[in-house]
């Protein structure tokens, strides 16, 4: 699907058509806002006709599996930037690759996946209002610094949503040693690898905006974009130390799992312990002989005195267990 918002003359116009947009290409003073989601095949002669796009930068366009980045050319700046969503109930993250291109003039962004935060920005955009109250009103750098720090505040409540299964599975570890909470922490930590793998290289794109763009993006916005890579670095920081806690849980869940191990090795071993004279004394007393004294001479009282014998033993057995402490 196609959106595109021009800015020209302080007046907004939504949804232009693409003569319009290559008429506004060739005026001055006019700022385009092209958004593109979905397959980007469709799009390739209007990027490429009226915004002058390489054939390389389109094909890498419409690459989903490409890693964040950033591009300098003679006629715009292109650069590759990721979102990130988790699904709570697979524990399965995702990281929808967005494109953005951007020049004196236009700013595109496609991206294959929908991404909520950017039509709320761009419903924002098309609300009626003077040049500084409408973001496309202040120039390009303030348009494109915009569309990245809703991308950056996207990541916040998924980190914040990462806590709370931190949290829940830090409880888990410790008192369940079930196969589902080992099957989690893995989940869990390969999400947080992927996150954290998407989530670097845009700490690099973001300082190579302020260093690489000259007088597109201009020294009073540069703070801006510090803004920005300031919090990218701290989603970074953030999805390492989940990432820490996570090793760190599968080492506290393996300990669990082998206390608990010990725990029933050592009942196993006391009830063992408990019947190893019992066993001895029926033995020798159920032993097929021929001739046995307490056998031939018995009257009827032998059997109760080793039942007393035995349950002496057992009693005697257990208290001293217990004074040891190992029941």
């Known amino acids: 699907m196609q959106h595109s918002h021009l800015w020209s003359n302080n007046v907004l116009t939504e949804d232009v058509s693409p003569a319009m947009l290559a008429k506004a290409r060739r005026s001055e003073g006019t700022l385009i806002w092209l958004d593109l ?49 988790y699904d709570l109930k697979s524990d399965q993250a995702s990281t929808p690759k967005l494109d953005i291109v951007f020049a004196e003039g236009f700013l595109i962004t496609a991206h294959a996946e929908p991404m909520p935060w950017l039509d709320e920005l761009r419903a924002a955009a098309a609300r009626k209002g003077a040049a500084e109250e409408n973001i496309m009103g202040r120039g390009v750098a303030y ?30 570890a410790v008192v369940n040693t079930s196969n589902e909470v080992q099957a989690r922490i893995f989940r869990v930590k390969r999400s947080l690898a992927q996150m954290r793998r998407v989530i670097s290289p845009q700490v690099e794109v973001a300082n190579a905006l302020i260093m690489r763009t000259g007088e597109t993006i201009p020294r009073e916005m540069e703070p801006y974009f510090a803004d920005v890579h300031d919090h990218l670095v701290r ?23 082998s206390n608990r191990l010990n725990v029933i090795v050592k009942q196993l071993t006391i009830i ?10 029926t033995g020798v007393f159920g032993q097929n002989f021929g001739h046995s004294p307490l056998v031939e001479h018995d009257t009827g009282l032998n059997f109760w005195f080793v039942l007393l014998a035995m349950a002496v033993i057992t009693t005697a057995q257990i208290w001293y267990f217990r004074r040891r402490g190992w029941l």
Do not use: C, N, W
């Not at 980007?40 to 490409?66: C, H, N, P, Q, W």
């Not at 989603?235 to 799992?257: I, K, N, Q």
């Open 143 to 172: 348009l494109l610094y915009t569309v990245l720090d809703r991308l950056t505040d996207s990541y916040f409540p998924v980190l914040d949503d990462l806590d709370d299964i931190v949290d829940d599975l830090e409880d888990a």
């Open 37 to 85: 989601s979905g397959e980007m095949v469709k799009y390739r002669s209007l990027l490429r006709e009226t915004f002058g796009l390489s054939a390389l930068t389109i094909s890498t366009i419409a690459d989903t599996a490409e890693r964040a980045r950033f591009v300098s050319t003679p006629q715009y700046f292109y650069l590759i930037a990721h979102g990130l969503t």
């Open 272 to 281: 063992a312990t408990i019947f190893m004279p019992l066993t001895f004394v």
């Open 235 to 257: 989603a970074f920081e953030v999805l390492d130390s989940y990432r820490d806690l996570m090793s760190g849980l599968l080492d506290v869940y393996l300990t669990t799992v």
